[in-house]
Structures are given as C-alpha cells and as structure tokens.
C-alpha cells in the first residue's frame, strides 16, 4: 500500500526572502530553474531548497525498518568533518557506535570532544556572516549483500553515489578509502577477503555556498549586493546527517525489492 505523509508548514517567513526577486542567489538553482522553466521560487527555492528533503527522510524511516527486519540492517551517519576540524580516523568504533551517540549531540559527531572543536569552528564563520562546509561519514552494517548490485551500470558503489550527490550541497562522494587510497599500493589497500564480512562506509562531502552578503547578478545582467535574510545555516552538515541515512536505506530496501 502506499504510504501518505502530510507535513503542514506553520512557521513561514515569506518576508525574509523580500531582496531575492532583484537577483540570482549565488550558487544556487534560482539562474538554472528560471532559464528551464521560465519561474523560479524565491521564497526558499521551490524543488532546490532542503525542504524536499522531508520525503526522503519519511520514506528513509520506512525504508530502515524493512531492512531492519529483513536482515538486521542497521545505517548511522555521523559529522566526521566540520571546515578544517577533522575527526581523526580510528576515533569511532563501528561496530558499537549506537545512534545516541550521534543524535544526544548538537553536531551530530559522536566524539565530545571534537564536537566543541566543531561549534568553535561554525560559531567563528557566523560572527562574520559566512558559511563552511564539511563531510558526513555513513555506515551500513549487516548490508544485504546477496541481493545489492548488479553488474555494468547500477552497481552499488554508483548507486548509493547517485543519491547521495543527488542531496542539496552536496559537493563529493567516496566509498571506503575514497581517494585516499591511491596513496596506497595494492598490498596496502587490500583487505583479506572474508566471506561473512557486510560492513561498509562511505564519506559525503557537503557545502553551503551561499554568503550573507555575496557579489551576485541582477536580472537585468548588472552587478549588485545581495543580502539573504532569516534562516540560513553557518554549516549545513548537521542537518545532513539524516539525510544521508535516508538515501542509503532507500538505495538498499530498493535493491533488496527488485
């Protein structure tokens, strides 16, 4: 049976958006929609804002309990990356690390320590009005390995890459060493092979490129000042979190489906 959710929206702040007609958002698909389509949403971004993102996040919930019951599945991200704070590798234990963990902190990274590292470095960008980026990092245990993948086009390393780059910011994706591992040599790399192993990670990097007072273009093709008012994150990160939960369980309660 399909599933029908309904999410009223009762906190609107159509006037903090009153400077937008005048002008393109900077790195934003305000140019891109009104060139395709002829309208765009100024009012948040219509079909580009993280607003969308609820569906995913609804269905991800669904997704997670299937694959929970069907083969112990268990999806966690976390914030491993906020700027230049880094969250050292080693520092999260995979196989205990509980959702809590994550959720109980503001940052949603684990590790206490790193999390005061991580609002030090968001809290010095918003005094000045600017924004960083940073990387999330998603583990899969227990992964239904038997019924993910198929060959040529829709493997699974390119499935879960095509949704997660298909979430707003988001700027790169790796799967286990990423490009790290060309750093390597293949002895190095290699891991032995064992058959009951179905643990896997990937890294999501994701940026807000929009400043609160950012050089744009008008409409009419001269330079101008825009300044976005009202709700914007100094660093997206957090709130990608759950994101990138929802798009792998998606990626793998389809799998397992077909």
Do not use: W
């Not at 140019?31 to 607003?51: D, E, I, K, M």
Request: glycine content about 8%; aromatic content about 8%.
């Amino acid at each position: 049976m399909p599933i029908h959710v309904s999410v009223p929206n009762t906190d609107m702040r159509g006037h903090d958006y009153s400077e937008m007609p005048k002008a393109y958002r900077p790195s934003h698909a305000n140019a891109t929609y009104y060139l395709r389509y002829g309208v765009r949403s100024v009012q948040g971004g219509g079909r580009s804002s993280a607003r969308e993102t609820i569906g995913r996040i609804a269905s991800g919930a669904v997704a997670k309990k299937i694959l929970k019951l069907f083969s112990g599945t268990e999806i966690l991200a976390y914030v491993s990356q906020v700027h230049k704070v880094v969250l050292p590798e080693g520092m999260v234990d995979y196989d205990t690390l509980i959702f809590d963990q994550i959720e109980s902190k503001i940052i949603r990274c684990p590790d206490p320590e790193y999390v005061e590292k991580m609002i030090v470095e968001i809290d010095a960008v918003r005094v000045r009005g600017d924004f960083v980026g940073g990387v999330v990092t998603c583990i899969v245990r227990n992964c239904p390995r038997t019924f993910c993948g198929s060959p040529v086009f829709d493997k699974l390393e390119a499935q879960l890459a095509k949704a997660a780059m298909s979430l707003p910011a988001t700027k790169g994706f790796e799967f286990g060493s990423g490009f790290a591992g060309t750093f390597r040599t293949g002895s190095e790399h290699n891991d032995v092979f064992h058959v009951i192993s179905q643990n896997c990670h990937c890294y999501i990097s994701f940026y807000e490129f929009l400043l609160l007072e950012n050089s744009s273009q008008s409409l009419e093709k001269r330079k101008t000042e825009i300044i976005a008012r009202g709700r914007h994150d100094p660093c997206v990160v957090p709130r990608a979190v759950p994101m990138v939960e929802a798009m792998v369980a998606l990626v793998l309660v389809d799998q397992v489906m077909a």
